[in-house]
């Protein structure tokens, strides 16, 4: 950072000491002033003394969980009962849609079996709910290192065990950054789709049972849900379920029934919503509006069912979702109906 | 990316009362030791500002003093002054942080450019992949120390280790740390990512 020398451990072992002890609320006048005569003893140890700081301060963003009050009673988790999350887990979307307001921020329900033993190696359990606002994408580290960027209007629900870490995905767009743990795939449920990945990163799109996957690094296995019978037509040979990789740079797409291969958005398209871009191709016109409803403070509904078959390509930017609304009146033949102060509806133009 | 801490203007001398000799005296105690002021604030408090409004009162307090002593017990008054100031803002901020602070996002890294989030976020898995391998029990004791409130021999007695321990145990975890920062650093500037 100062770049001037590089602190050797030894001094940075000796600041941190330093750091250790003149921070707590115990210090006496003594410890100070034996600090101040060594900190200004050598611009070195300044030094020293500020990357230890740096170190600390980021070390306080990493995410701690619930681990931090292990003394507290929690409660038993039913090990066995992951739950699907058709239910439960949109709720809170559905709650807010009713309301037409924006939800602000999460709903977390923590329930950890020990947190304590967890951190000292013993557990990895996990269960908690993670979902955000509309227009409040925000992101969250899971125990394991592995990084999540929830768009707006979107919930997960991270169920990790000591063999596998799943992630029940709401509808919703996530981006993952997997951390790599062999031993414990990773496993990401959205909807009809399953997930795999063993250290990658990418993203997942859900809107019912549109499935959009992208990946941004390493490689994904797709596959289905067993439980969902419109897909068996695609089992092999052998009777297994379909199984579809994808590799970085590439996206795909479930489109309710089989896997596409969408064309490569190009490094520039992918993942660009995580920049505050919604890029579609080809979209239905009520993935789209789905997409959006994610950002736009007014709800967006179509007037018509038929308006579904109008595919729209296209970039929206999640702050000026009214600009596309204005323009989509010129590339399709739709008008706006404002009448309802709630909701925005998008009409055949007549 | 927070300021660094070690500047702070001067506050302006009273224009009368206090003793003549006062400000020139606190002038220079200013200069010799603000940088080592801010730094011992900032490792008790939570950001820079806090740090260097907590040192603005400090001086404005020895400023108002009646009568100037040597400047060695001017220099432990400033100190104290300023760590006492800091423990009553930290009590008062404690409870408002407590019912504030969100369990599960990370909160503050929204006001960072785009270019800075990438960046934080490699920062932020190096260190979060360096803390998740560290031994169990250091990792433990670093953890405890870095977010709760408990005294060193609290922790010692929880990781079930003596204090000295702990205290090793905090700075291995603090190295470790510091050189994940340092690996992620080269390889974005490798890369010619912006500072």
């Known amino acids: 950072m100062s770049g001037a020398e590089p602190i050797t451990p030894e001094l940075f072992e000796e600041a941190a000491d330093w750091f250790i002890r003149v921070r707590t609320a115990e210090a006496g006048a003594d410890v100070h002033a034996a600090w101040l005569a060594w900190v200004e003893k050598d611009s070195a140890h300044r030094a020293a003394f500020s990357a230890v700081q740096e170190a600390w301060d980021v070390s306080g963003t990493v995410q701690t969980f619930a681990w931090l009050t292990p003394e507290e009673p929690v409660e038993p988790k039913a090990a066995s009962s992951p739950g699907r999350f058709s239910h439960v887990a949109r709720l809170p979307a559905r709650v807010a849609l009713a309301a037409g307001i924006a939800i602000v921020g999460l709903v977390a329900a923590l329930t950890i079996p020990d947190a304590a033993s967890r951190w000292l190696g013993n557990s990895t359990e996990v269960h908690k709910r993670i979902a955000t606002g509309r227009g409040e994408p925000q992101s969250a580290v899971l125990p394991d290192g592995s990084r999540l960027e929830l768009g707006g209007l979107t919930g997960v629900e991270v169920v990790f065990t000591s063999r596998r870490r ?14 790599h743990d062999p031993n414990r795939p990773f496993i990401v449920e959205a909807g009809p789709v399953r997930v795999t990945a063993i250290g990658t990163a990418f993203s997942v799109r859900r809107e019912g049972n549109e499935v959009s996957v992208e990946v941004v690094e390493g490689v994904v296995d797709l596959n289905t849900d067993p439980d969902v019978q419109s897909v068996t037509e695609l089992h092999d040979a052998a ?27 190009g490094a520039a398209a992918r993942m660009a919503w995580r920049r505050g871009q919604l890029r579609f191709e080809e979209e239905p016109l009520d993935v789209v509006i789905a997409s959006l409803n994610r950002y736009s403070t007014r709800r967006i509904v179509l007037g018509d069912p038929a308006l579904k078959k109008l595919r729209f390509t296209g970039t929206v930017y999640d702050d000026s979702v009214e600009d596309w609304l204005q323009a989509v009146q010129i590339v399709f033949p739709v008008e706006l109906g404002y009448s309802d102060p709630e909701r925005i509806v998008i009409e055949p133009r007549h | 990316m927070p300021g660094r801490p070690d500047v702070i203007d001067p506050p302006a001398a009273p224009e009368a009362g206090g003793t003549a000799s006062a400000a020139p005296t606190l002038a220079r105690l200013f ?11 900032r490792a008790r408090l939570r950001s820079n500002d806090e740090a260097r409004d907590v040192a603005q009162e400090a001086y404005v307090r020895l400023l108002q003093l009646d009568r100037v002593d040597t400047i060695g017990y001017l220099r432990a008054y400033l100190f104290r002054t300023a760590l006492n100031l800091a423990s009553n803002r930290l009590r008062h901020t404690a409870m408002r942080e ?14 960072l450019s785009p270019d800075r989030i990438a960046l934080a976020q490699e920062e ?14 250091t990792r433990y004791a670093f953890l405890l120390h870095r977010f709760t409130d408990l005294k060193l021999e609290e922790v010692a007695k929880r990781v079930g280790v003596s204090d000295r321990m702990v205290r090793s145990y905090i700075v291995q975890a603090l190295r470790r740390c510091h050189e994940a920062l340092d690996v992620a650093r080269d390889a974005a500037s490798s890369r010619g990512d912006p500072p």
Not at chain 1, 166 to 179: R, S
Not at chain 1, 246 to 260: C, E, H, S, T
Not at chain 2, 98 to 111: C, I, K
């Open chain 1, 166 to 179: 799943l992630i029940l995905a709401d509808e919703g767009e996530t981006f993952y950054k997997v951390h």
């Open chain 1, 239 to 265: 009777g297994r379920t379909p199984r579809v990789r994808a590799k970085a740079g590439q996206r795909v797409k479930f489109d309710g029934a089989r896997f596409l291969q969408a064309a490569d958005p």
């Open chain 2, 31 to 41: 200069q010799e030791h603000n940088a080592s002021l801010l730094q011992l604030l």
């Open chain 2, 98 to 111: 407590a019912t504030y602070r969100d369990p599960v996002f990370d909160v503050g890294a929204d006001d």
């Open chain 2, 124 to 137: 932020l898995s190096a260190v979060a992949a360096v803390l998740q391998d560290l031994p169990p029990k």
